[in-house]
């Protein structure tokens, strides 16, 4: 089993910025890829970023250049982060952070980003 803990979320102004924090705990020696999406009301969850363990990074079209996805292992704890700036109200989102081991999905509970114009 694998937890993971999403924390950062908040109410912030239209150019602002916050980073997203998500930490992964318990059986974590076989995390693959690691992710943010992101679910808007009324829409479909969508993906907002991955960093595989190699260390690649995938990004959706609409934050390119304004968010940054980062991981950092520790002994018993994967981090994984997410920089956002120059956010927009279109932000506005539940954010998700996701891992994968082997065939199995984990979510972590999501954290609330609020974006005002």
């Known amino acids: 089993q694998v937890q993971l803990v999403e924390s950062g979320g908040g109410l912030v102004q239209a150019g602002g910025s916050l980073r997203l924090s998500c930490a992964a705990s318990?059986?974590?020696?076989?995390?693959?890829?690691m992710g943010w999406y992101r679910q808007a009301p009324g829409k479909q969850r969508e993906l907002v970023a991955t960093?595989?363990?190699?260390?690649?990074?995938?990004?959706v079209d609409s934050v390119k250049g304004r968010f940054t996805i980062s991981r950092d292992n520790a002994e018993n704890t994967v981090y994984l982060y997410l920089q956002m700036n120059s956010l927009k109200p279109e932000d506005t989102a539940v954010y998700y952070c996701?891992?994968?081991?082997?065939?199995?999905?984990?979510w972590g509970q999501g954290t609330q980003v609020t974006v005002s114009s």
């Open positions: 996701n891992a994968l081991r082997g065939w199995i999905i984990y």
């Open positions: 318990g059986s974590i020696f076989s995390i693959n890829t």
């Open positions: 960093f595989t363990s190699g260390g690649t990074t995938n990004y």
